[in-house]
């Protein structure tokens, strides 16, 4: 079984990811330094230090296929987000807004972050593409009214 999702950001394609499923495992692969999770994540892109990637879940919940994002800050403050998420199906398409705030060092995933989602469970469409449009980073500014820093 191959299922394949092409990452598209803005309106260049960055790429097509083809995930394969295991035929028969071989010798395991040796240890690494990385940790196994970290593995499972493809990165779409970085905007002002922050990184924005997913995973694709063929069987999301257990009948139609869905994503979570992870957004992680890598700068000293906090910043406010915001962009449209657009999935793709070879017959239809839909996009929904993302948008929301992400503390100094931060990581957000999943459901109880508003990061996850089966966008064609109702008509049954298989996710082809999955693309962002539109992403805004902006530093959140202290209550005394100066601006953070925020990487570039």
Request: hydrophobic share 40%.
């Amino acid at each position: 079984m191959r299922t394949c999702i092409q990452v598209l950001a803005g309106v260049a394609a960055l790429g097509v990811l083809c995930v394969s499923a295991a035929v028969g495992q071989g010798k395991a692969p040796p240890d690494s330094v990385d940790e196994w999770h970290e593995d499972a994540w493809t990165r779409i892109v970085e905007q002002n230090g922050v990184h924005i990637s997913y995973i694709f879940y063929p069987e999301a919940n257990n009948k139609h296929n869905g994503v979570v994002l992870r957004l992680e800050n890598e700068n000293d403050t906090a910043v406010r987000y915001s962009f449209t998420l657009i999935f793709r199906a070879p017959e239809t398409d839909t996009t929904t807004q993302v948008q929301g705030t992400l503390r100094a060092g931060a990581m957000k995933t999943g459901e109880e972050s508003g990061l996850f989602w089966v966008p064609f469970k109702k008509t049954g469409y298989t996710i082809g593409e999955i693309g962002l449009r539109g992403l805004d980073v902006t530093p959140v500014r202290d209550p005394r009214g100066s601006a953070a820093h925020v990487r570039h």
